[in-house]
């Protein structure tokens, strides 16, 4: 059990570390520095935008920076990293990524220490499971940001139609949703009133914006600021119909939520339970459970594994209802 402990003592190091790290980047920069640094920035990170040359803390991290660049794989990683406001570069990402890869290949080839065979195995499937789990992360964290945005978007509609009504500009109003809402929401219509003091128009950093909120809802926000930008209309009366539309839908969205809640758990805890037994077995009798890894009965654990993972979509999709 020592080698176990061991690296899953050096699996939780590492995730500590980065942890520590992103704190330590959070607070580095003064106020001062962190609105200029995001004035300039967070254009960079916008898809249609060029990408800036950036210093890096790590000279490997520069050089996977500038071998994915212009790639789709690293366009794709960076509209990620803003989807989720993880403060890294892509080539700090990747390498987090490969150094989360590393430490479970680690423990895998721990695992399957009995023979040379089962311990390569135990690292090529522990280290494709490194790989995903940082993006598994930042999937998690970029939704529950879109999430939490689409919960404020309603109250902040309201907030845009009264402002309108009181004799606001779009401008103007835009900067006292980012003055007064909280965080994402705050955030990203600072982004928006920079990038319109920058000269980009008021429409493209609106289609920024989506493309850093992907979100039905804003979506339809949008296409009522652009269509009466083109034709005119009452924006205020428009902006409280939306609201009303938004508010009502994330109220149902709740109430399914907690209807299929039961559900969803049972998918989860249905896929965990033979992992978790075989997990176990193993650490008590690993002679008894590396019979299981011998060809041709190897063949059984990965059906196993590959008919959980489809049942586990399913019972996702059967409880994902939209609305």
């Known amino acids: 059990m020592l080698p176990i402990l061991i690296a899953v003592m050096v699996f939780g190091a590492g995730l500590l570390m980065f942890f520590g790290i992103q704190a330590a980047r959070a607070r580095a920069a003064t106020p001062e520095m962190e609105e200029r640094l995001d004035r300039y920035g967070h254009i960079a990170e916008v898809p249609v935008a060029p990408l800036q040359d950036r210093e890096t803390n790590s000279a490997m991290a520069n050089r996977v920076e500038q071998a994915v660049r212009g790639s789709s794989f690293g366009d794709k990683t960076r509209l990620a990293l803003t989807r989720a406001d993880l403060r890294m570069t892509v080539g700090e990402w990747i390498l987090v990524r490969i150094g989360a890869s590393a430490i479970t290949a680690l423990v895998g080839l721990i695992m399957g220490r009995t023979s040379l065979g089962l311990a390569i195995l135990f690292a090529i499937v522990f280290a494709g499971i490194g790989w995903m789990l940082p993006q598994l992360y930042l999937g998690m964290r970029a939704k529950r940001r879109q999430k939490a945005f689409v919960n404020q978007l309603g109250d902040a509609i309201s907030m845009m139609a009264n402002s309108l009504r009181a004799g606001y500009s779009l401008l103007q109003t835009m900067e006292l949703v980012a003055r007064e809402s909280q965080d994402p929401m705050s955030v990203e219509f600072s982004r928006v009133v920079r990038e319109v003091g920058l000269g980009i128009s008021p429409n493209q950093a609106l289609e920024n914006l989506l493309r850093r909120v992907p979100s039905e809802d804003l979506d339809l926000l949008v296409s009522a600021i652009k269509i009466q930008h083109e034709v005119g209309g009452n924006l205020g009366q428009i902006l409280d119909v939306i609201g009303e539309t ?78």
């Open 246 to 323: 938004i508010r009502e839908r994330v109220r149902i969205k709740g109430e399914i939520g907690v209807l299929t809640a039961q559900q969803s758990l049972s998918g989860y805890v249905v896929s965990g339970i033979p992992l978790v037994l075989g997990a176990g077995l193993y650490l008590m009798n690993p002679g008894y459970m590396s019979q299981m890894f011998v060809w041709p009965y190897v063949c059984m654990p990965i059906a196993a594994a590959m008919l959980m993972v489809v049942g586990f979509f399913v019972m996702k999709k059967i409880t994902a209802i939209e609305v």
